[in-house]
């Protein structure tokens, strides 16, 4: 039990079984050069997919090369390890379990991501199978080809996980699916032998079924019940766009021109027959010209019923989406990116929406095509027929990307829907033959009626694909039960329109749906190919089909889920940490793009640990122990302010330090995963459900040095805002102390902090000496008139620019003079941050509360209030927000180009000029405000120069991140991800950044410091 003034010790949870541990260690003695993970919390973080299912692994591999995958399977054919099974892992993404073992995890993503070769002139390209969808059309795009099938999750699903799920996504009427452009298969299978499959001759075929070895029998067994079943092969699968079943037997063999590839019951096999480690896939020429018409309807029904006509128009992809899923969207920050494309209509409530696009090699015949729909859209609008109420053509590719960015984040935003039911996946890739689509919809309506419950819709309408989410609460034993009924009634729904359930996300833990469908005869054809693949069931068991002669079971939906973990943490704590607990899974946060601001410690790391998925779902099993041994982590944040508790804490972590390491205490591995955290907030606004992790891991931090003993270096980086005034009182002497070799080498040795950096040098107040700036009195200000007080424009200092930075503070008030405006610099008050990065929550809200006090002051004489550093100006709207509540109080803290732009009406436009820049903007600022490169470029415009915006992530510096020495090696390598190519091609003079951190680490890395906006804005006003 806790001892009620800290968290409790947490014991080592689920051991790993001694033969696993066995295992591996011959493993490593056979020369695998991949990594290992044996942890608690490594095993955690693969644990859960983008389903409702939980299931703790034993351990996980990551290969290196297709060798190591080899040994994987030869080390485990010796038969002291005939109990070791394996789960095949990509991405991650799927929303049925499929990549959840009770084994050993395989995972090809973390090494096994290249492109092997690019083929333009025959039209192909050969990848490892742990390359991400995108990256691979990254690739493609520069030689004029991409990789056809486009799912929702394709900036984080790897190829190998296309191929076991045989992914399809938009546009498969035209494009099909992953197994229609797979070319060839470099597989391993369960004993370590290879197979590679493409298409060959039948004659070719019974030669290798003729040898002997792994090969020859999966040859035979492929041949044999592909002939002996062909009819009945033909009369159960259903003649559908997506006929995801399994092992897909009807085109194993193609009988007009007598060839057989056993890669086509590869694709669509969920890992449960071999490794992919290699593929060969045909590749599409890019369309030259795209169209994408947005038509919109007063009810959703009308949109299905109205598909037909659309793919009837001769449509490349016809989607659509629900007003729930729209209205989840309208709330995202993803809208701004959108609302100009997907507008209201005058008059009317848009329920639906069908996505229609045309994607053509010929321009003549493509308009020609979008003259012809838009013509009868115009007919049906004026005869008011088919709900259809407007639509808008788009026909720019950024802002077709941005549409469909949407409706590819609105999968996830599902998850953000407010209260304890959260729609999920389980019956959710529903296929019927598309002409009976809307009928089945209003039957599937109606049984999710009958059950009072909520839901959202959107999907593929032009192949009969139609994702449906009821929203339900897993921490609720009874719903539980409820979706097992739901699951057995979508099953009879969808065969009464002969349809699927599994159309196009997988089988997975509704495996046990197959033998009904199948019927038992061709059932058991499967069970006979599961069994020439893997005799032993070692292949992530249990999925698809058991051998033939095994009496393992099939998994079931009934498998232990994820909320019969949460439920057993208590409400009010579960409430208290929404920010985690609330984490479906989708995996946005393995984006696999460098240039995306989430998440730098995830990219940087390719740990799933280190990720915004892997920090919640951490975090929740966290809060599950800890409660579960009697103690309240709300009930200790409270104790934690008072003296008495930090008197007895401190004595109790001197204890621990020197008589208790508990190096297997559970509550180090989640820290260890926090402190890895770069607080950059990325993850608070790109994921779809908002996963807070700098505030969830502030939260845990100030909880967890109750009991254990903070490093040195976090009081200093929490004081920094209280001692750096002081040194800048005498800031040479500060400087010739900090810079010197001396002071670097005892610096990293004893605090561990590295490349400090020096006081600005002359310092702000002898930079505006005799400046009106400097001239604050409050009672002066508060006895101005209205007239005379709305000529002034207060400055909020920061520690970072004032003292570090400060010709940055005095360009802004020279610029703010320009325009005709008073500049008031008021005094210098810390805002926290640095507190809050390293869990000093009680001091940070106090901090909070004394500089909210002073700012709602002059909030109330209605002045206008500018910071400069996105970091702490975000600090002010969001920690604030969390500390305070209420007391927080309506002060408004804006950014240089919030407040400026509004501004721009009443200044004279200047003529253009010769002044070019390139912004590399803070992820903060990006992710909080996603307009912001478009606002800059709008005021350069005005002042008659020219920015040009540059797509970056993290450049590593993070605040204090990159200048602790454990984080050294991460942040400089995350600067090479993304900032040092662009650096290198952009002129010195031309490199703006608005993060004080990005500036300082450019400084670092590259040697010179950049310009903020407004230096260059003062630039063009001066001239």
């Known amino acids: 039990m806790s001892d009620q003034t800290t968290i409790p010790y947490l014991p080592p949870q689920a051991s790993v079984e001694p033969i696993y541990i066995r295992y591996l260690d011959e493993l490593k003695k056979a020369g695998f ?25 034993q351990a996980a591999v990551f290969p290196r090369s297709t060798a190591d995958v080899q040994l994987v399977g030869k080390v485990a054919s010796r038969a002291e390890f005939d109990a070791v099974r394996f789960g095949p892992r990509g991405g991650g993404t799927g929303t049925n379990g499929q990549s959840l073992t009770p084994g050993l995890v395989v995972d090809l993503s973390r090494h096994m991501n290249q492109v092997i070769e690019v083929n333009p002139e025959q039209s192909w390209v050969t990848v490892q199978g742990g390359l991400v969808k995108d990256k691979l059309n990254d690739a493609l795009r520069p030689h004029g080809f991409f990789f056809a099938p486009d799912l929702s999750t394709s900036n984080r699903a790897t190829v190998g996980g296309m191929i076991n799920t045989d992914a399809s996504g938009q ?76 092992y897909d037997l009807k085109h194993a063999i193609d009988w007009e021109q007598e060839l057989v590839d056993v890669g086509r019951l ?50 490349t992809s016809v989607e659509t989406v629900d007003s729930k899923v729209l209205n989840l969207a309208r709330q995202d920050v993803v809208w701004h990116s959108v609302s100009d494309l997907i507008e209201d209509v005058p008059g009317h409530d848009m329920q639906g929406l069908n996505m229609v696009e045309y994607a053509d090699q010929d321009e003549q015949a493509h308009q020609q095509k979008v003259a ?195 439920r057993q943490i208590p409400v009010n704590v579960r409430d208290s940490f929404t920010q985690s607990v609330d984490c479906n899974g989708n995996g946005l946060c393995f984006n696999y793009d460098v240039t995306s601001p989430m998440c730098p410690s995830y990219k940087v790391t390719a740990d799933r640990r280190h990720s915004p998925k892997g920090r919640a779902g951490l975090m929740r099993e966290w809060l599950r122990q800890v409660t579960e041994l009697g103690a309240d982590p709300t009930t200790l944040e409270q104790q934690a302010s008072s003296l008495t508790a930090q008197a007895k804490a401190t004595f109790a972590k001197w204890k621990r330090s020197f008589f208790e390491p508990a190096s297997d205490d559970f509550n180090h591995e989640v820290m260890d995963a926090m402190k890895g955290c770069l607080a950059c907030k990325a993850c608070t606004t790109a994921c779809p459900i908002n996963v807070d992790v700098p505030t969830f891991r502030a939260r845990f931090m100030n909880l967890y040095y109750q009991r254990y003993q903070r490093p040195m270096r976090d009081y200093v980086i929490a004081t920094s805002e209280w001692y750096t005034p002081l040194m800048a009182k005498a800031p040479r002497l500060a400087n010739a102390v900090v810079g010197n070799s001396l002071t670097s080498w005892l610096s990293e040795k004893t605090i561990g902090m590295v490349d400090l950096p020096l006081l600005s040098v002359p310092t702000l107040k002898q930079r505006l000496h005799h400046n009106a700036a400097l001239a604050f009195e409050l009672d002066e200000i508060k006895s101005l008139s209205a007239e005379v007080r709305k000529e002034l424009v207060l400055i909020v200092q920061d520690p970072f620019t004032t003292y570090y930075d400060a010709q940055v503070v005095e360009a802004l008030v020279q610029f703010i003079s320009a325009m005709g405006k008073q500049p008031v610099l008021l005094p210098f008050k810390p805002n926290g941050k640095p507190q809050h990065i ?86 903060t600022e990006k992710s909080y405000l996603p307009t912001t490169h478009g606002d800059w470029q709008k005021i350069f415009s005005h002042f008659g120069g020219e920015v040009k915006n540059q797509p970056v992530g993290c450049c590593g510096m993070a605040g204090t991140y990159g200048h602790e020495a454990p984080n050294q090696q991460n942040s400089k390598e995350l600067y090479a991800m993304s900032w040092a190519e662009p650096m290198a091609q952009t002129p010195q003079h031309q490199v703006l950044s608005t993060g004080y951190s990005c500036r300082s680490q450019v400084k670092r890395m590259e040697g010179f410091k950049p310009k903020h906006p407004v230096e260059a804005l003062l630039e063009l006003v001066q001239v």
């Not at 993970?37 to 299912?53: C, I, P």
């Not at 010209?289 to 006509?309: G, H, M, Q």
């Open 171 to 246: 546009g498969s009427l035209v494009y099909g699916k992953t197994s229609d452009h797979l070319l060839a298969v470099k597989a391993v299978l369960a004993d370590g032998s290879l197979l590679e499959t493409h298409a060959m001759s039948l004659a070719e075929a019974r030669q290798k079924a003729a040898g002997e070895g792994s090969e020859a029998q999966v040859y035979r067994q492929v041949l044999a019940s592909c002939e002996q079943q062909r009819e009945l092969i033909d009369q159960t699968f259903p003649p559908l766009n997506r006929f995801l079943t399994g």
């Open 838 to 923: 390293k869990g000093f929550l009680s001091a940070f809200a106090k901090t909070a509360a004394d500089a909210a006090a002073f700012l709602n002051e002059l909030h109330a004489l209605d002045l206008p209030m500018i910071g400069l550093d996105p970091a702490l100006v975000m600090t002010y709207r969001d920690e604030y927000k969390h500390a305070l509540g209420d007391a927080r109080g309506e002060f408004n803290v804006m950014l240089l180009q919030e407040w400026l732009l509004p501004q721009l009406s009443a200044l004279p436009a200047q003529a253009p000029s010769n002044k070019s820049y390139t912004l590399f903007a803070h992820c």
């Open 372 to 566: 012809a729909l838009t013509a009868k859209l115009d007919d049906m609008i004026a005869k008011q027929e088919a709900g259809v109420i407007g639509y808008q053509l788009t026909c720019d590719l950024a802002s077709i990307n941005r549409i469909y960015g949407m409706r590819k984040k609105a999968v996830g935003l599902l998850g953000k829907a407010k209260g304890s039911r959260k729609p999920i996946a389980f019956a959710e890739d529903t296929c019927v033959p598309p002409e009976n689509l809307a009928d089945f919809i209003m039957e599937f309506r109606a049984l999710l009626d009958s059950h009072d419950l909520q839901y959202g819709m959107f999907g593929h309408v032009d192949a009969g694909v139609l994702h449906v989410r009821p929203a339900m609460d897993m921490c609720d034993p009874e719903q539980e039960v409820l979706l097992r009924q739901i699951s057995d009634q979508v099953v009879a729904l969808t065969a009464k329109y002969r349809g699927l359930m599994w159309g196009e996300h997988g089988k997975g833990y509704r495996s046990e749906y197959g033998p009904e469908f199948f019927g038992e005869q061709l059932f058991s054809e499967l069970r006979k190919i599961k069994g020439a693949f893997d005799p032993l069931n070692r292949m992530n068991p249990g999925k698809i089909a058991t051998p033939f002669d095994s009496d393992e079971q099939l998994v079931s939906v009934d498998a232990k889920k994820r909320g019969g973990y949460d």
């Open 266 to 315: 590869i694709a669509g096999s969920e890992g449960s027959l071999a490794f992919v480690c290699e593929a060969k896939f045909n590749i599409t020429p890019l369309p030259k010209i795209r169209t994408l018409v947005n038509v919109k309807y007063s009810d959703f029904e009308a949109a299905l019923r109205n598909a037909p006509a659309m793919v009837e128009a001769n449509a």
């Open 33 to 57: 050069s991949g990594d290992i993970e044996t942890s608690f919390g490594a095993r955690l973080s693969l644990a859960t997919d983008n389903s409702v299912y939980q299931q703790l692994p």
